[in-house]
């Protein structure tokens, strides 16, 4: 199944040539056309269940499908989130809301690819957020701010977390935190978005919330539970961008060896120097290592088990192996390697952010250590 998975993406993705993803990074311009597609063919409703009108398949083959995307060129992270966002809905929303938003998500009608957690002053000590939402009567108001949320507008929907209970209130810092489902839709001029200009071609937004009503039937799960909400989807998430870095590097390893069976230097393929082979080489096994204990993270969610060392780690692992592919590919290529014309240097930008995003690799360093080696709290 998972072949014909892969060489379905491949089929789709051979439509949406390099070419097609350099002009969208020149102009910073979102892939309407390419995300489309992979929504009618049902693939970014893949871990809807089927009667919600999705397909029902395994984090697995979400990972199979994000890989693909970015080995053949592609940049899945223009699309990622509508896989895994509605997971905190589908695990912990009330069936009304299910029934409500799952199927229209299924299908394509509703966008859901906006994730709003992270602040300016709270960076990733999420405990420290202070956007508010305070209820009054059938409603919740909002205020506050958000960063770095991204895909806000090619969204219909938002998952917000915001304290509904004053931090110095609560008896347990991860207490006090909750989960809204926000239509966009309906926000008008109390959600406003601001651009936030990057280096690669990621929509990014600052939030800002101003007096914003929500629906109190628009709460996920019990007020004050939010954080382990979220916690639970952060794992799918770090699972699924571990995808995305594989395909990265392999597709680095890829055009690289390519080229380097090609390209002819002092009457050689410049691929007979052990000095261009060993890099790449050394990427790719280490591309494998991440794959394997991405799979084995992804068998652990689907079985429902805990995977959070897992799923940090082969993050860490994928995000490191597609930055030493990509060093490796620029040095093969050289001078090349930087004309836009070949490809590389975009991905090259692109492969960068996971060492940083979702969390930055430290702190899955920081993770490891007290959690899994049981060495004292850093912070």
């Not at 395994?58 to 997971?87: D, F, P």
């Not at 895909?151 to 609560?170: C, D, G, I, K, Y």
């Not at 680095?252 to 060993?278: C, L, M, S």
Request: aromatic letters at 10%.
């Amino acid at each position: 199944m998972k072949e014909q998975l892969r060489e379905a993406i491949r089929s789709l993705c051979r439509g949406y040539p390099e070419e097609y993803w350099r002009e969208r990074d020149r102009e910073r311009a979102y892939p309407e056309e390419f995300v489309r597609e992979l929504t009618d063919a049902g693939y970014l409703a893949c871990l809807i269940p089927e009667e919600y009108g999705g397909a029902g398949l395994g984090l697995r083959e979400a990972c199979v499908i994000l890989e693909e995307i970015n080995r053949s060129g592609g940049n899945a992270a223009a699309c990622h989130a509508q896989m895994y966002t509605m997971g905190t809905l589908l695990r912990h929303g009330s069936e009304e809301q299910k029934e409500r938003w799952l199927p229209p998500i299924a299908s394509g009608e509703l966008s859901l690819q906006a994730f709003a957690v992270t602040e300016p002053d709270a960076g990733s000590d999420t405990t420290k957020i202070s956007t508010f939402a305070e209820r009054v009567g059938d409603r919740y108001v909002v205020r506050g701010k958000k960063i770095f949320i991204s895909r806000v507008q090619h969204s219909h929907l938002m998952v917000l977390l915001a304290r509904t209970t004053p931090l110095e209130e609560v008896e347990k810092k991860t207490r006090g935190l909750s989960v809204f489902m926000v239509d966009l839709r309906e926000a008008g001029d109390a959600v406003r978005v601001r651009p936030v200009d990057t280096m690669i071609n990621h929509e990014t937004n600052e939030v800002f919330f101003d007096e914003l009503e929500i629906p109190a039937e628009n709460l996920i799960g019990e007020e004050g539970s939010g954080f382990s909400y979220i916690l639970g989807g952060m794992n799918a998430e770090r699972i699924l961008l571990a995808s995305e870095s594989v395909g990265d590097a392999l597709y680095f390893t890829d055009r690289a060896t390519e080229y380097a069976g090609e390209r002819v230097v002092f009457d050689r393929p410049i691929g007979k120097n052990q000095g261009v082979q060993f890099p790449i080489a050394r990427a790719y096994v280490r591309t494998r290592g991440a794959a394997a204990l991405r799979d084995g993270a992804a068998s652990l969610f689907d079985a429902g088990e805990r995977c959070g060392a897992e799923a940090n780690m082969c993050k860490y692992l994928a995000s490191e192996a597609a930055w030493e592919a990509a060093n490796a590919a620029m040095d093969t290529f050289g001078g090349y390697g930087f004309a836009e014309e070949y490809g590389v240097e975009r991905k090259f930008r692109e492969a960068r952010l996971y060492m940083v995003a979702p969390v930055s690799n430290n702190l899955v360093l920081s993770y490891v250590g007290q959690h899994v080696l049981g060495m004292p709290r850093s912070f």
